[in-house]
């Protein structure tokens, strides 16, 4: 990605989460500890998935790729928001600031995609079950998560393709805690409209076609899960579509929340408090909610404790 530019502009000062110097440290204090606690489970999670083989399901070869999703997604955002709280004036540079708008983006549609995959492999586990390995097979789930990777790859070349077509003339604060796509737009001196219709097609698309498979295919899950006789059948397979459903409905809604509308509807203000839950908290809460509340998982876990107890 050829990252040179005819900007005047050569970095950029990023204002941060807040401006309060009181409650600079307690944020770094709580940031810190929610990043260690973000790559901490899906590290462990990804780690536990590779060595047993008890793992090595659909299911769990998706949520591989989503910790692994997570882990460098949160790496890309929380450790330069960690500066800002220490340091007197944080700055970026140019190509510092493209890579991770770049990397942002990646990271953030794969996100979106992979949680419509694991819809979608919910839906053929509980609606055909008896075709699920036939279906669900390893060059399905293949070529399903390099879908993944793929599409993200397009979305994030697309923002950053365009940004780059983008001059900076004098204003260089970017009145937000990262290189995101509207603070940026806020500085240019050229016209945007290129851009911000780009926003639209593309967080449109990540957001409208993921939303609506994961919607079709819950549709048909609670009709089949509604079929169930069993009282303990149906509530296992409640809670756990309304985990997925809870973390997705957060995701999602705060990321349309802060694309899908006109930056003037939307303050900055307003859209940090938004960018934080689905790049830091999310991250977080997933290899809790889809890992370690599973109880194959945790029976894996302490199978590789007892290991290391007795060794």
């Known amino acids: 990605m050829d990252i040179g530019n005819t900007s005047l502009v050569t970095e950029f000062i990023l204002v941060g989460l ?5 409650i600079q440290m307690p944020l770094f204090f709580l940031f810190l500890g929610i990043y260690i606690v973000t790559v901490a489970g899906n590290l462990g999670f990804v780690t536990l998935i590779r060595v047993n083989s008890h793992l090595h399901a659909p299911m769990y070869y998706f949520l591989f790729n989503l910790s692994f999703i997570d882990l460098c997604y949160c790496s890309v955002i929380t450790p330069k928001l960690l500066i800002n709280f220490v340091s007197k004036m944080n700055t970026i540079s140019y190509a510092g600031c493209m890579t991770q708008l770049f990397f942002y983006c ?64 004098d204003a260089n604060t970017i009145n937000h805690y990262m290189c995101d796509i509207l603070p940026l737009l806020e500085l240019s001196c050229t016209s945007t409209h290129i851009n911000e219709l780009v926003v ?58 802060m694309y899908l509308h006109p930056s003037s ?46 060794s």
């Open 265 to 310: 509807v939307l303050s900055m203000d307003q859209g940090k408090v938004s960018t934080v839950f689905y790049t830091i908290v999310v991250p977080m809460l997933n290899p809790l909610i889809y890992s370690f509340r599973n109880k194959e998982v945790k029976v894996a876990l302490k199978k590789i404790l007892s290991r290391k107890t007795f």
């Open 18 to 22: 807040t401006k309060f110097s009181e």
């Open 200 to 257: 639209l097609v593309v967080v449109g698309f990540d957001v409208g076609v993921p939303s609506l498979t994961i919607i079709i295919s819950y549709a048909f899950i609670l009709s089949s899960i509604f079929r169930i006789r069993s009282t303990e059948g149906r509530s296992k397979a409640f809670s756990t579509c309304s985990s997925h459903v809870i973390v997705v409905s957060v995701f999602f809604g705060s990321g349309a929340f």
């Open 106 to 169: 990646f990271f953030v549609s794969a996100e979106c995609y992979v949680l419509t995959v694991m819809a979608y492999d919910r839906y053929v586990a509980i609606c055909k079950p008896l075709l699920y390995t036939v279906v669900m097979s390893p060059n399905v789930c293949h070529l399903l998560v390099l879908t993944v990777y793929v599409g993200a790859f397009i979305g994030a070349w697309a923002h950053t393709g365009c940004m780059l077509r983008l001059t900076f003339c």
